[in-house]
C-alpha cells in the first residue's frame, strides 16, 4: 500500500508529473491495470534504472502502490489517493487521451 498519499500536497504532485516519462508512465498505468517494471521498459523504450527511478519518485509520492509477487514487482496507481489528487489526475488523464486521439486523426 502506498504511505502518506493524504500527505501530497499540490506542488509535489506538479513536480512529479512534470517529466515526461513519469507522466507516460501514470498514462500507463492509470487504467488500474498492474504492471512490472519489466513490461514498462518495453513500452517506454528505456533502460530499467531509468524505469526503476521514475517509479520511486511516483511511489515516494504516494500516487503509486507496488506489490511484491516472489522476484517481480508490480505498479498501480493508487486507489486511496485524496478526491482533489483524484480530481486532478482524472483530468490529466483525460486530457492526455484527447490529444492523443486528435493526433491519431492527423496522422
Not at 48 to 74: A, Y
Not at 94 to 101: L, V, W
Request: overall charge neutral.
Amino acid at each position: 500500500m502506498s504511505n502518506n498519499n493524504s500527505m501530497i500536497q499540490p506542488l509535489e504532485l506538479f513536480k512529479v508529473l512534470s517529466d515526461p516519462t513519469r507522466l507516460k508512465i501514470f498514462q500507463i498505468l492509470y487504467n488500474k491495470e498492474s504492471r512490472c517494471v519489466g513490461e514498462l521498459v518495453e513500452i517506454l523504450d528505456q533502460p530499467q534504472p531509468t524505469i526503476s527511478r521514475h517509479l520511486n519518485h511516483l511511489k515516494k509520492l504516494g500516487i503509486l502502490n507496488c506489490v511484491r509477487d516472489g522476484t517481480w514487482m508490480w505498479y498501480e496507481v493508487a486507489n486511496d489517493l485524496p478526491e482533489w489528487c483524484q480530481d486532478i489526475l482524472d483530468t490529466t488523464y483525460n486530457q492526455i487521451s484527447i490529444k492523443e486521439k486528435a493526433m491519431l486523426k492527423l496522422a
